[in-house]
T-cell receptor, first 111, second 113 residues
């Protein structure tokens, strides 16, 4: 059973606008959450993370929000750029021992 | 660049043949992982290692075995490949189990006919 879910397989956004990618999880024991970005024919690359003791973490254009009561995680990219077009995976772990990944959301930023 | 090399990058094989994928790291990380990526499933953990000769199963370990005789190498073996093992395989490393940041290799695309 999928413990981390990304219910939107794809998302299209105009350049300069905000991209919001969502992720839900079922295991309340998860205490560390991450987002990865993947281009075709490459390995995933780490983007941003958040610990369960926080509800927001920001790094440049990327902000991750965590709502523990809703078991919901979101990644905001603003402003979106064409180079952000990729597949985004969210992941969760219990103290980093085993990472569970979502199925990914393909983001297309339209110039 | 986390210094991970996967080989081979592409392989086509026939059902029933053995296949070994190699992950080599140059940074002496303790923890190494093998994932597979499939449409509709995301990335799923096959096996991982927390040191030389210390390995454990992930969520989709059936049909796979691993070995780690040296810190820098983590091998994934399909003893008798099946078509359901057609996938893209990624190796990942991390310095500590609780850092939460995995560094991935570029992937090995395996096709089992």
């Amino acid at each position: 059973d999928q413990q981390v879910k990304q219910n939107s397989p794809s998302l299209s956004v105009q350049e300069g606008r905000i991209s919001i990618l969502n992720c839900d999880y079922t295991n309340s024991m998860f205490d560390y959450f991450l987002w990865y970005k993947k281009y075709p024919a490459e390995g995933p690359t780490f983007l941003i993370s958040i610990s369960s003791i926080k509800d927001k973490n920001e790094d440049g254009r990327f902000t991750v929000f965590l709502n523990k009561s809703a078991k919901h995680l979101s990644l905001h990219i603003v402003p979106s750029q064409p180079g952000d077009s990729a597949v985004y995976f969210c992941a969760a772990s219990v103290t980093g021992n085993q990472f569970y990944f979502g199925t990914g959301t393909s983001l297309t930023v339209i110039p | 660049d986390a210094g991970i090399t996967q080989s081979p990058r592409h392989k086509v094989t026939e059902t029933g043949t053995p296949v070994t994928l190699r992950c080599h790291q140059t940074e002496n990380h303790r923890y190494m992982y093998w994932y597979r990526q499939d449409p509709g499933h995301g990335l799923r953990l096959i096996h991982y290692s927390y040191g030389v000769k210390d390995t454990d199963k992930g969520e989709v370990s059936d049909g796979y075995s691993v070995s780690r005789s040296k810190t820098e190498d983590f091998l994934l073996t399909l003893e008798s490949a099946t078509s359901s093992q057609t996938s893209v395989y990624f190796c990942a490393i991390t310095r500590r189990a609780n850092t939460g940041e995995l560094f991935f290799g570029e992937g090995s695309r395996l096709t089992v006919l």
